[in-house]
């Protein structure tokens, strides 16, 4: 079943107390395909500029992830240039340039209407909504958001949510989307705007998820070397979607599994710069930290 994410493909300069890169590979689409191509194969919607290293991209085709949906197009790639504190949790961004992103406007392949399996990058809600009326009938649809979008594109935003299925975002853009300070009733009313599920990143608190009826948490995993946050969520999303992908199975139980999937490639993603941790690793490496994970929250109850 087709795998298709649509979504930013940047270059990156990353300044943390740990070190420094300078237009890296960033952006949401390749961090996506690079984390959930390790379970499933993805195709990829974006634009890049006539400057973007494409070897780079080809480099990584072979891990099953398919460029054809990405256009090359005159001017320059989208860049952004951030600075993290100590603690990694609160970044500055330093600079952002569009480029050609700022024009971009998502042309599905009819290869790809067929596509199952459905990723909205975090992109303007329109061309999100755009993306919807291109695809014919994807069993799973799910999409990220951010502050500004929240802010400056509410109204086509909360149409997108009617159409969806599953919306992943961080703790403060479901405060600010739903007007609660409380977590779990925020994800409670984004479900009464039309999505069955809600996934809410915390960071290196981990995640939950929200249905009808239960949550479900995942805590984040303890890690002794990070070196940069920047994409972990995009990676969650890889792996969370690249596991549904890859056994058709969208079950409760499957669904939990498909958190602790993402939680895993999130873990990954943040111990090296840019991409360069799944560079590293294979199916093996990551059976065993989600692995890892079980043990990490097993216990017996005593009589």
């Given at each position: ?27 949401s ?35 099953g ?112 989307l ?11 009313w ?53 596991h549904?992908a ?27 710069f840019s991409?360069a941790?799944?560079?590293?690793i ?22």
């Amino acid at each position: 079943m087709a795998l298709c994410v649509v979504g930013s493909i940047a270059l990156d300069s990353i300044f943390t107390p740990f070190g420094e890169t300078a237009d890296a590979l960033g952006g949401s689409a390749v961090y996506f395909s690079v984390s959930g191509s390790l379970l499933h194969p993805v195709k990829v919607v974006g634009v890049v500029g006539d400057d973007f290293p494409m070897a780079e991209l080809d480099r990584l085709a072979p891990r099953g992830i398919d460029w054809s949906g990405v256009e090359r197009v005159e001017g320059e790639s989208f860049r952004w240039k951030g600075k993290y504190s100590y603690d990694l949790q609160n970044r500055e961004t330093l600079e952002t340039r569009l480029g050609v992103f700022a024009d971009f406007k998502p042309r599905i392949s009819d290869g790809l209407r067929d596509a199952q399996y459905v990723f909205l990058g975090n992109i303007d809600p329109e061309l999100q909504l755009g993306v919807l009326d291109q695809v014919k009938e994807p069993r799973l649809v799910a999409c990220d958001t951010m502050n500004y979008w929240i802010h400056s594109k509410r109204d086509a935003l909360m149409t997108l949510l009617r159409r969806i299925d599953v919306l992943m975002v961080n703790d403060s853009e479901v405060r600010e989307l739903s007007g609660d300070w409380n977590v779990y009733r925020a994800a409670r009313w984004i479900l009464k705007q039309g999505p069955r599920l809600a996934v809410i990143k915390q960071g290196v608190y981990g995640a939950v998820l929200v249905d009808q009826d239960q949550f479900f948490y995942v805590p984040g995993f303890p890690l002794e070397d990070v070196f940069d946050p920047t994409g972990a969520g995009d990676a969650f999303a890889g792996g969370f979607m690249g596991h549904l992908a890859r056994t058709g199975d969208l079950s409760t139980a499957n669904v939990r599994r498909a958190m602790v999937y993402g939680s895993a490639m999130g873990s990954f993603a943040v111990e090296r710069f840019s991409t360069a941790r799944f560079d590293e690793i294979g199916p093996a490496e990551v059976t065993a930290r989600v692995r890892a994970f079980s043990d990490l929250v097993h216990f017996d109850i005593l009589p």
